[in-house]
């Protein structure tokens, strides 16, 4: 069982910048692919970004990548996602989950096995 925990979202002007974090319980966290999501109001939930168990691997969606950095730091048991450039079309709110698989980047939500509640990010133009 992993909890997550997120925190870090808030309200930004559009070309700003937040640093999401997400805080896993549990001591196989470096054992699990991590990824982001998000959902904004009236849509379906959106892949972000994922990386892998030892971080050596990431992925993004078009629509972040060159503006958002997934990372982690498994002493910690945290994953983070770094949002520069923010636009208003990336306001969401703003979801980690823990994907069993250690090196596989998967960019379906049916496929992460546990999530965190999610953070609001409110990108204003």
């Known amino acids: 069982q992993v909890q997550l925990v997120e925190s870090g979202g808030g309200l930004v002007q559009a070309g700003g910048s937040l640093r999401l974090s997400c805080a896993a319980s549990?001591?196989?966290?470096?054992?699990?692919?991590m990824g982001w999501f998000r959902q904004a109001p009236g849509k379906e939930r959106e892949f972000v970004a994922a990386?892998?168990?030892?971080?050596?691997?990431?992925y993004y969606a078009d629509s972040v990548k060159g503006r958002f950095t997934i990372s982690r730091d498994n002493a910690k048991n945290t994953v983070y996602l770094q949002m520069n450039s923010l636009k208003p079309e990336d306001t969401a709110v703003y979801s980690c989950?823990?994907?069993?698989?250690?090196?596989?980047?998967?960019?379906?939500?049916?496929?992460?096995?546990?999530w965190g509640q999610g953070t609001q990010v409110t990108v204003s133009s």
């Open positions: 549990g001591r196989t966290f470096s054992s699990y692919a």
């Open positions: 989950a823990a994907d069993r698989s250690y090196t596989i980047l998967r960019i379906r939500a049916k496929e992460y096995d546990y």
């Open positions: 990386i892998s168990g030892s971080g050596g691997s990431t």
